[in-house]
């Protein structure tokens, strides 16, 4: 899973790093979305995620990641149920000019039990804050991996799912082997 608050970036990572088109269930934004989307600090933001996106990443030849983005409104959240079905882990993509944005996302993993790293999107007007800030302000344990990155860039994107990859294995009792 790719969750998030909206506008975070969840869409721009599943493009990004998919090897196959995407399908994106992506719509203009509306007058009907006033008063009801929070587009503070997102006022630019023209388009959004009303069902989920879905990708895929072919990690060897017997071995496929599916990726699932969720919508970031609070009115689509109830999608998010049956995304949980199945999920190994997820990316939690957090913009650091809106933290609050992700809380959400966060409760809703730990509430699951869906393992997760933290994805810092960088965006150019983005304030580079340490670690140990962002870990307190988001409530984050130290065994929970927290990586910057770029959403628009394959290999960044790559590199966090990567970073979840690890942090499952390192959770995992059962070591992990491709078939």
Known sequence: MIAGGFGTGKTTMVRSVSDI??????ETLTQASVGVDDLIGVAEKSQTTVSLDFGKIGLNDSLV???FGTPGQER???????????ALG????????RLASSFRAIEEMERQKVPFVIALNVFPDSKDYPEEEIRDALDIPAHIPVVSFD????????DVLLA????????????????
């Open 90 to 97: 997820a990316v939690v993509l957090v913009d650091t000019r």
């Open 164 to 179: 979840l990859i690890r942090h499952l294995k390192e959770r995992s009792a059962v070591p992990v082997e491709s078939r």
């Open 76 to 86: 689509f959240w109830f999608l998010w149920n049956g995304l949980f079905k199945g």
């Open 21 to 26: 088109r995407p399908l994106t269930t992506e």
């Open 151 to 158: 959403a628009r860039d394959r290999a960044a994107s790559r």
């Open 65 to 67: 990641l599916y990726l």
